[in-house]
């Protein structure tokens, strides 16, 4: 493949960044990278668009094979893309490469530029490329494993120190007009071999070019290259040449688009995945770098956002240090399709031969022959003495030096051979010898990128001359549309004040005496200057309730001023209607806007409704036709006044004594302050969050205030679940015969840990009559201060003894305090009278007869039990017991509870000698239980005793009874008389018994007294 090239850029470079600024007095100028501009200027050559896609096609097949890869891994791995990017192992490791490189040195004083600053900048560049010494800094950047060496093989197969150095005027070259020029003067085979070559300074202006707040910054070129042609370069700098020869090896900017586009990392952007989409050429700040686009993790490796990559060589930025791997791989990728990989396999770094030779000349008597005159080429080679001078290929002669005179126009390659002491080894070097009539014309303009009509921004163009060698001059333009060209100017440089926007031609015929030279022709873009107004409400702010605080900007997107006093109206609707009233206040500007400018204001309006929350604003409406265009003059804003709410929301009900977390949700600007009001406890009456214990319904008020006091208010009340109170029988007890004793439960439910009122319980003697005060038996109050124990306490009450056998009962009934449940507020206890009893209430007993006496018991336990007297049963505090006595005795049985509740049961036992009757004959009445007494014990047929005399053997009567009962001891003689015992010795006595069929008997005896 036959190349001609071209390659410019420009780069200007002052210190070791790719981007640098200076002032002039027509704003700023800077120098930035005209490789994208150069390669538009390739592409209009189809071959070159073709190889171009194809190229591009190829590295992007590499590149998603690369990216699958990360894709893959970015699925299964942690939340770091730095970790991402180090871990992705690159499928096709970098290899080392080594590429030839020359530098065509062009120049007036081409020796200016000695060897050795060639050699350091190579040292500087290689450095750069290879992550190293002060380029290593950056822990994300890589070695390429690509490096450069001065080519030491020509392309002659000579041996060479790849410095080339050209005299020549097109060391200040520009990129639009002469871009073709540098490769003419001198290029070595692009397949075999990086061009670089060094000119003293690019013409040009490219982005970012900006017109900003009524000033230029213009943007000239530091550098310019292209994938695979090689790079031009304004200074040695190696952060510029680095950047260039990464275009060389196929980089685009990282900010290539500038459009954030992430869609695919393999075609958007630079089509490098491990660079985060950039949006901006402006060199900004290295720290903290900007983070121009937020679409990082669209595609490619990275996780999350991250910052602009502001340290690579291919941004612009004061800090450029490294490549990326993925940008090492595309350089590697590139060079191994390029030419067929033929970068890979040149020999170019190994000299033929270890001899000291090098070949080189000059023509400096006569760089720019005109035809037909003699040229003298001098040589300046070292380490030989035997020489070959080639005329383009025919050898010329063998002398130290060479003259040879141009009999007509025309391009001529000028070879020395200089060999070593044997002939085994050469250097050469060739030089083209240029011939023409001797004048070459040329210009630049001074701006390129300008905005101008009359009687606004009217602007100057200088079409400054750099014509070799002529002396008159004729500037042919065009019409605005790039038609109907004409002379405009015969004067040295041109310059034109542009009255009407449009797409202007330009060239200039310069000659001396016969010799005429046309340049190229340059097209200049003159841009409409108008003032373009637009707005933007960036907050609004309620204003002391009746007013609207709008801080918002003017933009001017256009060149021209935007004057003091343009109008900025406001309306209450969405979107602006010119037709509906505005709201008060209209806005004037109170300054100038100059163009690509901003000012921001802040006004007050007054609303037309407390509630207003959404305006429109319209700029310049009064004169909307000086403008470009106005589709961007209204702004609009809504949601501004603040609404806020609390949680919970109002009528919550909550448990009692429940920690409520009051929690407001505000839109619209932000709470400046806040007052809570509640009769609880806040946590604190003015925070955002306030807690609150809920002892009871609870209306909590809020106020906030915004920054410029506005308000709002809500309230919100809480509920408590109401108190719910249960009661159940435990039990009921009989207390003191006239009253029981009622034992209950009584609980609260809903978390309740007391009455809120003290708490009525009333007692009815019938279930069906509650409610029915006749049966009311009693009432109790139950105080406030009844202590209850996880929820429940055991409540003791006296009331008077129910008449019926239930006791009911209910709790609250007057609702004194609220209760939802009613139906656990009763209870009811069945009650039974405390109660022994006998059926049988006198017993006849025969002496010596053994009789069950049986009593039955209700009601209440039984705590205390005793039969009176005890004498004669087999137990005196049992229920049943056994009976057996000689002598009719009465007997009691007393019982008694626990609450001294008491009953008795009496029965009279009558005892009955088997026979009519029995009479001792001896009685001991020493109170020992046995025979103490004097008795008449007599049958059934006995009614009754008439009759019971005693005397003494001097017949004084000691006893006497009439009209007794028979076999009843203690109405029988006891031993004394008058209370006094009487003496032992024998006694007479006389009985007279009546029979039950009214008959009597009189029976005498004697019965003696022994004690
Ligand atoms: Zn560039």
């Not at 450069?148 to 520009?174: E, H, L, W």
């Not at 214990?693 to 609870?698: C, F, G, L, Q």
Request: hydrophobic residues 30%; glycine residues 6%; charged residues 15%.
């Amino acid at each position: 493949m036959k190349i001609t090239f071209l390659f410019f850029l420009y780069f200007v470079l002052i210190a070791n960044t790719v981007f640098s600024q200076d002032g002039n007095n027509t704003g700023t100028s800077s120098k930035g990278c005209g490789s994208e501009r150069f390669t538009e200027l390739l592409r209009k050559d189809s071959s070159f668009a073709k190889l171009e896609q194809m190229q591009n096609l190829q590295l992007r097949k590499k590149s998603q094979a690369r990216n699958n890869l990360l894709i893959q891994k970015k699925v299964t791995s942690v939340n770091d893309s730095k970790i991402i990017l180090l871990n992705a192992p690159p499928p096709a490791p970098l290899i080392d490469i080594t590429i030839p490189i020359v530098f065509h040195i062009v120049n007036d004083n081409p020796d200016a530029i000695t060897d050795q600053m060639i050699y350091d900048a190579l040292v500087q560049l290689n450095d750069a490329y290879a992550h190293r010494n002060i380029y290593a800094s950056d822990p994300s950047g890589v070695d390429t494993h690509i490096q450069f060496c001065m080519a030491k093989k020509n392309p002659t197969g000579g041996k060479t120190n790849g410095i080339d150095r050209i005299k020549s005027y097109y060391q200040n070259v520009d990129v639009d007009l002469e871009a073709a020029q540098l490769p003419k003067l001198s290029d070595w085979d692009p397949s075999k071999y990086a061009n670089v070559w060094l000119v003293n300074s690019i013409q040009g202006e490219i982005a970012p070019s900006t017109f900003d707040c009524g000033k230029w910054t213009r943007t000239g070129y530091g550098g310019y290259a292209s994938a695979g042609f090689g790079a031009v370069v304004s200074a040695l700098s190696a952060p510029l040449v680095a950047h260039e020869l990464g275009h060389y090896l196929s980089l685009l900017h990282t900010f290539t688009g500038m459009d954030c586009r992430n869609n695919d990392c393999t075609i958007d952007g630079d089509q490098v995945c491990d660079t985060p989409p950039d949006a901006t050429n402006k060199p900004g700040s290295c720290s903290p770098a900007a983070n121009t686009c937020n679409t990082d993790t669209i595609s490619g490796p990275f996780l999350k956002d991250v910052p602009d990559n502001v340290t690579n060589f291919m941004d612009y930025t004061s800090c450029p240090s490294m490549f990326t791997l993925g940008q090492a791989q595309r350089m590697q990728d590139f060079i191994s399709i390029f030419s067929g990989g033929s970068l890979l396999t040149s020999d170019a770094c190994s000299a033929p031969c270890s001899d000291n030779i090098q070949a080189s000349f000059n023509w400096n008597s006569n760089p720019y022959p005109i035809i037909g005159s003699t040229v003298d080429f001098v040589n300046t080679s070292t380490g030989s003495s035997d020489y070959e001078w080639y005329l383009n290929g025919t050898l010329q002669t063998n002398t130290t030096d060479f003259q040879q005179s141009f009999p007509s126009a025309g391009t001529n390659t000028v070879k020395l051979i200089a060999y070593n002491p044997t002939r085994s080894c050469f250097a050469s070097y060739t030089g083209n010898v240029i011939v023409n009539c001797g004048v070459d014309a040329r210009f630049s303009p001074n701006k390129r990128i300008v905005a101008s009509t009359s009687n606004i921004y009217e602007d100057t163009v200088t079409f400054v001359n750099t014509s070799y060698n002529a002396d008159t001059y004729q500037w042919i333009m065009s019409d605005k549309n790039g038609l109907n060209f004409t002379q405009v100017s015969t004067s040295k440089d041109y310059l034109n004040s542009f009255a009407t926007s449009g797409n202007y031609k330009i060239y200039l015929v310069a000659s001396k005496g016969a010799c005429v030279s046309k340049s190229n022709i340059y097209s200049l873009q003159v841009n409409d200057p108008r003032q373009d107004a637009g707005i933007t409400i960036w907050a609004v702010n309620c204003y002391k309730n009746d007013s609207i605080k709008v801080s918002f900007t003017v933009h001017n997107y256009g060149y021209d001023t935007i004057p003091k006093g343009t109008s900025v109206r406001f309306h209450d609707q969405i979107p602006y209607n010119k037709l509906m009233p505005t709201l008060k206040n209209t806005f004037y500007t109170t300054n100038d806007i100059l163009g690509k400018c901003d000012q921001g204001y802040t006004t007050i309006i007054a609303t037309s409704s407390p509630k207003l929350d959404s305006i429109s604003a319209f700029v310049n409406e009064d004169n909307p036709s000086v403008e470009i265009s106005n589709f961007n003059n209204e702004s609009d804003y809504k949601n501004f006044r603040l609404k806020y709410k609390v949680s919970p929301s109002n009528d919550t009900t909550v448990f009692i004594n429940d920690l409520i977390n009051l929690k407001i949700t505000a839109k619209g600007e932000p709470i400046n302050s806040i007052q809570w009001v509640t009769n609880g406890a806040l946590s604190c009456s003015n925070c955002l969050n306030p807690t609150l214990t809920i002892t009871d319904t609870t209306t909590i008020k809020s106020f906030a205030k915004t920054n410029f006091d506005c308000f709002d208010s809500t309230f919100t009340r809480i509920n408590i679940f109401p108190i719910d109170i249960s009661i159940v029988n435990n039990r009921i007890d009989c207390y003191q015969n006239d009253s029981v004793l009622i034992t209950s439960t009584v609980c609260l439910g809903n978390h309740y840990t007391a009455f809120k009122k003290p708490t009525e319980i009333k007692y009815y003697d019938e279930v069906d009559s509650l409610g029915n005060g006749t049966h009311l038996i009693d009432t109790h109050i139950l105080p406030t201060s009844t202590t209850f124990t996880n929820s429940c306490s055991t409540i003791e009450q006296v009331i008077k003894k129910p008449s019926t056998s239930l006791v009911s009962y209910n709790i609250n009934k007057n609702q004194s305090q609220f209760e939802k449940v009613l139906t656990n507020n009763q209870a009811s206890a069945s009650y039974t009278a405390f109660r022994i009893s006998s059926s049988i209430h006198s017993i006849d007993l025969y002496r010596r007869e053994e009789k069950a006496i049986q009593v039955d018991h209700e009601g209440d336990s039984i705590t205390y039990l005793k039969w009176t007297p005890s004498i004669g049963l087999s137990c005196d505090t049992c229920l049943n017991t056994l009976l057996n006595i000689n002598s009719s005795t009465s007997y009691k049985l007393n019982a008694s509870t626990k609450y001294d509740c008491t009953d008795s049961v009496g029965i009279n036992v009558n005892v009955y000698f088997q026979n009519t009757l029995a009479l001792p004959n001896v009685f001991t009445p020493n109170a020992d239980g046995l025979n103490d007494r004097f008795y008449v014990i007599a049958g059934k047929d006995v009614d009754k005793v008439k009759s019971f005399l005693i005397y003494n053997r001097w017949g004084k009567k000691v006893f006497e009874k009439n009209n007794i009962l028979p076999n009843d001891a203690y109405s029988g003689w006891d031993g004394t008389t008058n209370g006094k015992n009487t003496e032992m010795g024998t006694y007479v006595y006389t009985i007279i018994l009546e029979f039950r069929d009214g008959s009597s008997k009189t029976y005498s005896g004697t019965i003696s007294l022994i004690r």
